[in-house]
């Protein structure tokens, strides 16, 4: 049984209430660094603890805290991404819905870290109901005077709000995400600045995913060092992983960093093993824009050690036979999948979710679409492979925010480790059955 | 002050210019250093704020950080809103990967634009035909139905044509930081996305015509001249008039006697020198409004140059090294 420090009571009943939720152990950590730490201190915790963002870029949470601007007189902000969107990623859903107070304890405590008076947490449109469920749950906070004025008879005042957003993947790069809390439109903005010197309202800003920010209350009830031993090298602490795809048990595990993951996939305590006793083709292992991987590059690196789940791990092997851990979006292939119809699909999504303003994203996001479309439905050119890798690698790298990576990468990935694949799509339509795609001019003209 | 080598070139900036103005600046002040040193742009102007860094045609490699950290930037940066720092050391002509990538870059400006240039006003003095000739390919890799949408009168004086459009966001900032009000936008995201009005209202006031000057191809162009003639076919010279609202200093094209057009005047740069109102532009179509200083001296190497007095020399020379370019190849 591997260590849980987030969902260790999600199955308690009545656990999204504050009542069933102080019963636990709840808000230990707020009372903890409000009436024995300092707030140095408890950055201090969070720099020992060596916990890395998990929203997918695993950034060393207490650097990015240290890089935070604190000029005389100037407002800083937390800024809570919880613009989840990344296909195959439900971890801080199920956080927020299941155990609300967790979030917004962590809130509290890193808002004391940081000296925030103010924090958003910014939820993605279609979590309205989630929204509903935060905001139950900080209605119960203020009244029991954890939020607002003198938060337990201490000099701490914080506020925290939840916005909701439109429903945009975008939203969730941090600088997108904080245009669009200002209330404009959610183009990612050209770094420098960061956000830790000019954020939202041009204030010194964090952005911390939702887990990262859970995280901050075991690590202070704990203590930094004691977290730091969980976990495995410069991968500390546990990690939420959302496992779907071809598996028997499809859910969110909470799983200590440095599981193999032979064990994670085949174990009865995680996945399951996959479905009917297949066999296992290919993982996506960290949400939709980390490379995929066959079965054998998954289970085992270039050099046959074992793979495990963790940050370094993982991408062992460079993007050429490795992956990311990225968000924690894992999903699992058996042999009956299609590779390159799933490929269609993540790149459909990125073409709907670019946001249109650096031009190699705006353009090559739909032409790889469109050419991945014409390639299942039975009218691909042999020369489509090269051109698709071609656009993938004109895009990487060449935009403003890390989307045209996240669309890249998967492209260049199933190429990589599936080319025959889309050979065997081009070669032969007539397996595939015939329907409507995108026209092409010369057909038209030939029409 | 910084020291920057831009393609070897040694130039000192003060702290604060981007690497592009860094190569403008080197282009400026030697007349011996090649103008492509500089990084073509699409989306950057030097007189609007916050512009650049969408369309990716400026990127550049650097190959050292700057004094204090010589370590490589990883990815290739947009000159336009990179910062030099002391030190730093920029490849743009002279590496093939920066070249590669910007390829690409033109490639992606193209796949969903109409190459409608016969038809097009902005034919001949089109940022994206010099940026497609330079560095472009022959043929289209694209072969599938384009973007298109319905044309847009923006009030009496400018059409829209959203089609042409590459999203440099210029207008934008135009009407932001030059007029009163703003009644353009972006709408939608993606390559859906597109510049509109607020359910087509007019954009009316005062320095409203300068958005067509901004605009790099012939996405918005002015009613007062479409159609009328070829850009090659006229003759810019450089005019003034007392104007209450600008400085009245413009460039006139003119066909014959006929004024058939007004625009600011450009810089070696292709960006306006000076803006210019709306009566001067679009009201004043009389050779008797102005007073006609000289022929305005062009020294972008697109079409507009080509049948221009000074650039006849420079024409044979050119033709010359094509012809024997291509009796090279074959």
Not at chain 1, 386 to 393: G, V
Not at chain 1, 417 to 437: A, L, Q, T
Not at chain 2, 241 to 252: D, L
Request: glycine share 10%; hydrophobic share 35%; with cysteine.
């Amino acid at each position: 049984m591997g260590k849980k420090l987030l969902i260790l009571n999600d199955k308690v009943p009545g656990i999204a209430t504050l009542e069933v939720y102080r019963q636990h152990g709840g808000y230990a950590s707020v009372e903890k660094v409000l009436k024995t730490m300092t707030p140095p201190e408890v950055l201090e915790e969070v720099k020992k603890s060596g916990l890395r963002g998990r929203g997918g870029a695993g950034f060393p949470t207490g650097m990015k805290w240290s890089f935070l601007a604190r000029p005389e007189g100037v407002e800083r902000y937390l800024v809570c991404n919880a613009d989840e969107s990344e296909p195959g990623t439900f971890k801080d859903r199920y956080l927020m819905e299941v155990i609300p107070h967790l979030l917004i304890e962590g809130m509290i405590t890193s808002s004391y870290a940081l000296g925030a008076k103010t924090s958003y947490i910014y939820i993605r449109g279609e979590y309205f109901y989630v929204a509903r469920i935060l905001e139950k749950a900080l209605d119960e906070a203020y009244a029991a005077g954890l939020l607002g004025k003198n938060i337990l008879g201490s000099d701490f005042s914080h506020d925290c709000y939840v916005q909701v957003g439109g429903g945009a993947y975008i939203c969730g790069e941090e600088t997108a995400l904080l245009e669009s809390l200002e209330g404009k439109r959610g183009n990612p903005r050209i770094k420098p600045p960061f956000p830790a010197i000019a954020g939202v309202w041009g204030c010194p800003t964090v952005v911390n995913n939702v887990e990262t920010i859970a995280a901050v209350c075991p690590i202070v009830m704990m203590g930094g060092d004691e977290y730091a031993k969980i976990g495995i090298g410069r991968s500390t602490g546990t990690k939420l992983i959302s496992a779907s795809g071809h598996i028997n048990k499809p859910g969110v595990y909470e799983i200590e960093l440095g599981l193999p993951v032979e064990e994670f996939i085949y174990s009865e305590e995680y996945c399951g093993g996959i479905i009917n006793g297949n066999k296992l083709k290919a993982v996506v292992a960290g949400g939709s824009s980390v490379p995929i991987l066959p079965a054998d590059l998954i289970l085992k690196n270039d050099k046959g050690e074992p793979r495990l789940m963790s940050y370094e791990s993982l991408s062992e092997g460079g993007f050429a036979t490795g992956t990311m851990l990225g968000s924690g979006g894992f999903i699992v292939y058996d042999e009956t999948a299609s590779i390159v119809k799933n490929l269609y699909t993540f790149a459909r999504f990125y073409h709907h979710e670019s946001c249109g303003q650096c031009s190699p994203c705006r353009e090559g996001t739909g032409w790889m679409e469109k050419i991945l479309h014409r390639i299942i439905e039975g009218h691909g050119k042999p020369s489509d492979i090269d051109l698709l890798w071609d656009i993938q690698r004109k895009i990487e790298g060449n935009t403003i925010c890390p989307l045209g990576d996240a669309a890249a990468w998967p492209v260049a990935s199933a190429i990589r480790h599936f080319r025959s694949e889309f050979e065997e799509y081009i070669k032969h339509p007539e397996k595939i059955k015939d329907v409507k795609h995108y026209y092409s001019v010369h057909q038209l003209a030939g029409a | 002050m910084a020291k920057i080598t831009i393609d070897g070139h040694m130039i000192e900036v003060p702290d604060g210019t981007t690497i592009l103005q860094a190569a403008r600046m080197l282009v400026d002040k030697n007349p011996e250093v090649d103008a492509k040193v500089a990084p073509p742009t699409m989306c950057y102007y030097s007189k609007l704020k916050t512009s650049g860094g969408y369309c990716r045609t400026c990127i550049v490699k650097v190959t050292k950080g700057s004094e204090k950290d010589p370590r490589p930037m990883p990815k290739p940066v947009a000159s336009c809103r990179t910062n030099v720092m002391d030190g730093m050391e920029v490849v743009n002509m002279t590496s093939p990967e920066v070249l590669d990538a910007r390829k690409g870059v033109v490639e992606f400006l193209l796949i969903n634009h109409p190459l409608d240039c016969p038809i097009c006003d902005q034919a001949g003095e089109c940022h994206l035909q010099d940026l497609g000739y330079e560095h472009g390919l022959a043929k289209t890799r694209y072969d599938f139905s384009r973007r298109t949408f319905n044309l847009i009168d923006i009030g009496p004086y400018i059409k829209l044509h959203m089609t042409r459009c590459i999203m440099c966001f210029r207008c934008i900032k135009v009407a932001d930081q030059l007029t009163n009000n703003r009644y353009q936008g972006m709408l939608f995201r993606g390559d859906a996305s597109e510049i509109s009005t607020y359910i087509e209202k007019a954009i009316d006031n005062d320095f409203s015509g300068n958005v067509i000057d901004v605009c790099p191809v012939g996405a918005l162009t002015d009613r007062t001249w479409r159609f009328k003639s070829r850009v090659w076919f006229t003759k810019p010279m450089d005019a003034h008039r007392n104007c209450t609202k600008c400085s009245g200093k413009v460039a006139i094209w003119m066909k014959g006697n006929d004024v058939l057009r007004v625009t600011s005047r450009k810089d070696q740069w292709g960006e306006a020198i000076d803006w210019i109102c709306n009566d001067c532009r679009f009201e004043k179509k009389d050779a008797k409004d102005w007073v006609i200083e000289k022929p305005s001296h062009i020294n972008r190497h697109s079409v507009i140059s080509q049948n221009h007095y000074e650039s006849l020399a420079q024409l044979k020379l050119d033709i010359g090294k094509q012809q024997k370019q291509i009796a090279g190849k074959k």
